[in-house]
């Protein structure tokens, strides 16, 4: 799994159907992808990825539109079920730029998917994968976002969709959307991974298709990530960002990006030394990937308790580990945790900028700061940090980390009076204050 340019597409086996197969990544053992339900490999139980027997230069995307269907000839299909979604922006950010003191910041922002979530990439591939493969019953574990997207694209499908969450953990606003989606909500009593231990074993008795990252398919629509990145900042500053930063929950993203990476330079479209680090950052309540990295450990240990304010990324034993760790080591990224306390921080200066995320999200900009100060990220950097999820998601957690209402009389003139009282510099009598205190 390096990166090296002299690497070409890799040769269809017999197992291949129109030049897609999987392959495991421990043996390499090789399935046709479509004609049976295979999560992990038959012969290793290691995970799997996709394959490509011709795979995409910037060339093949040309004239495809916008939105994660524009990278058809990077995916199995040219066209799935669809809402649609991707095509996210890029923002600047000039202050918090400033602030964290790198060259460039760029916040990659997809709470702008349609459900709210970079989710939604993965289940426009996998649903469609789903329908293919005749499923009628679609499943998921789930701290939320991931509930959302699956019942948004299973309703679109019209399929029966599962969703198992851990009982009390998951914000309201996730909730909310898989419920109206029509999904039949499962409550458990245990935390995300047990969620999933769960759900894994309905697919194993085939009582559901599984949608989680597990499926190497979800995460072929989480590649058009990466592929977006590069296009929008090379369209705006005429180069490749030299880092991505981003949030660690199963490490679904981190895999990826470094598979999109990967690619590209297969094809020739991307010169390995033009590959961004992949950096990526975990709360320090749950930093199982965190620990791997920094004792160079080839596994991730299961952390079975896990607690952060960001529910997103509460996950003790992250599934995607064996492909995310060689995508950090090997792009010389690194991988961090933060405080809750810091992630909030980010997620205020985010808002000041008017990108409203929820805290799962801030973590990236939290991790840029800590390794900034850190003196692992150098000054003359250019950065791009992912924030994956919009702050709607956990309305409870926005109100917590903003300004409070304030009680004012029920007339204009005692508006004025109560704006006219404050000390805070917002107010006249506190511009006032602050001239003379300078």
Known sequence: MSLDLSASAPSAPDAAEDG??????????????????????????????????????????????????????????????????????LHRVPRLEESVGVHRL???????NPTGSFKDRGMTVGVTVAERLGADRLACASTGNTSAALAAYGSRAGLETLVLLPSGKVAAG??????????????????????????QELAARGEAYLLNSLNPFRLEGQKTIGLEILEEFYADEGRYPDRIVLPVGNAGNTAALYKAFRELVQSGALHPRDVPKLTGVQAEGAAPMVEAIEGGADEVRRWDEVETKATAIRIGNPVNAPKALPGIRETGGTAVAVSDEAITSAQRALAREGVGVEPASAASVAG??????????????????????????????AFAAGNEPESVPNSTDGVLR?????????????????????
């Open 20 to 89: 897609v197969w999987l392959e495991c990544i421990e043996c390499g053992e090789t399935f046709a992808p479509f004609e049976a339900v295979r999560y992990t490999c038959d012969e290793c139980e290691g995970l799997l990825e996709v394959r490509y027997a011709d795979l995409p230069t910037w060339e093949d995307f040309e004239g495809r539109g916008r939105g994660v269907w524009r990278y058809a000839a990077a995916l199995p299909f040219d066209e799935g079920v669809s809402l649609p979604e991707g095509d996210t922006p």
């Open 174 to 199: 996730k909730v909310a959307q898989a419920a109206l989606h029509g999904a039949r909500i499962l409550e458990v009593d245990g935390n995300f991974d047990a969620c999933l231990d769960i759900v």
């Open 368 to 397: 840029l700061r800590k390794l900034r100060d850190e003196g692992v990220v150098e000054a003359d950097e250019d950065v791009v940090c992912l924030t994956t999820g919009h702050l709607l998601k956990d309305p409870d957690a």
């Open 418 to 438: 109560h704006l006219e009282g404050r000390s805070d510099g917002r107010g006249r009598l506190g511009k006032l204050i602050g001239l003379f205190s300078r």
């Open 106 to 112: 760029r916040i990659k922002h997809e709470g702008m």
